[in-house]
């Protein structure tokens, strides 16, 4: 059974941390914060570590008492999968006393992620800023809602348009993403010339041994391994750079998938 944080945003709820072993609304939204940067395939089940500040939060302790005090195996895993300088930034947020400031402050964090290509995460925190009601003022709600629609290729076309340049750009500058393209398409060359001139050392001449037949066969020989090879590269590269997705069929299956119709 999957295991979530459920923790309100009070609206009522004042910045700093109350007293009466209630958790407060920012130190509620600090756990949002933190599972959203969790990795996607783990984001949906609560890890432990994010389940026991969640416990620590609700019996009275602020966000920054109950990370303090982790141990220090759990602290590390918690900087390995949010980042470091991440949860110094939340943790810095939280504990903000003007909500105006702590709310341009978590839109800053999804602009920054997104800017980085972490879609999930961003999305996650815009989400939340749309979904955190009252407690945050309209004008950061509709702001996040506008991004979401940007990310999601709705809403106004200016801002659809500036998503879609920057990854564009971030894309076409990636090495996670050029490698795998330069690998993929010298193993379609090699593969190529190598189906071409086994085909005309055939002795038996037919459609696909000779002339346009012959390459359009060596040319699908090569594509057979042109595709895996980009797709499987990238997601590799990314794998070692903690990004991407899981490893099992159904990912790998749709990898595959998108990178052969592409």
């Known amino acids: 059974m999957s295991k979530t944080l459920h923790l309100s945003l009070n609206a009522s ?6 007293a009466g072993g209630a958790a407060s609304a920012q130190d509620a939204f600090g756990l949002q914060m933190l599972q959203s940067f969790f990795p996607q395939a783990e984001a949906a089940e609560a890890p432990a570590v994010l389940l026991k500040l969640a416990s620590q939060v609700q019996s009275g302790k602020s966000l920054q008492e109950a990370v303090s005090g982790l141990e220090g195996a759990e602290r590390t895993a918690l900087q390995k999968k949010v980042g470091q300088a991440r949860v110094a930034e939340i943790l810095t947020l ?9 709310w341009e402050g978590v839109h ?20 939340a800023i749309v979904q955190a009601g009252e407690a945050a ?4 709600r509709q702001r996040a809602q506008a991004e979401l629609d940007a990310i999601a290729g709705k809403g106004h076309t200016g801002r659809r348009m500036e998503f879609l340049t920057q990854q564009f750009v971030k894309q076409a500058t990636d090495a996670k993403m050029i490698a795998p393209m330069i690998l993929g398409s010298a193993v379609f060359q090699l593969t190529r010339t190598a189906a071409l ?15 346009f037949g012959a390459r359009f066969t060596a040319g699908a020989a090569g594509f057979v391994v042109e595709a895996p090879t980009f797709a499987l590269g990238s997601k590799a590269l990314m794998s070692l750079a903690g990004e991407g997705t899981p490893w ?15």
């Not at 939280?94 to 702590?102: L, M, R, S, T």
């Not at 001139?197 to 002339?211: D, I, K, M, N």
Request: glycine fraction near 8%; hydrophobic fraction near 40%.
């Open 94 to 102: 939280v504990g903000e006393k003007d909500p105006e400031f702590f």
């Open 248 to 262: 099992d069929a159904a990912n790998v299956g749709k990898e595959l998938a998108a990178a052969s119709i592409t």
């Open 108 to 127: 800053g964090m999804a602009l920054s992620a997104r800017a980085e290509n972490q879609l999930f995460p961003a999305g996650n925190l815009f989400t």
């Open 137 to 140: 003022p309209a004008e950061a």
């Open 13 to 18: 709820s004042h910045p700093q941390h109350p």
């Open 197 to 211: 001139g086994r085909l005309a050392a055939t002795t038996e001449a037919s459609w696909f041994t000779r002339g």
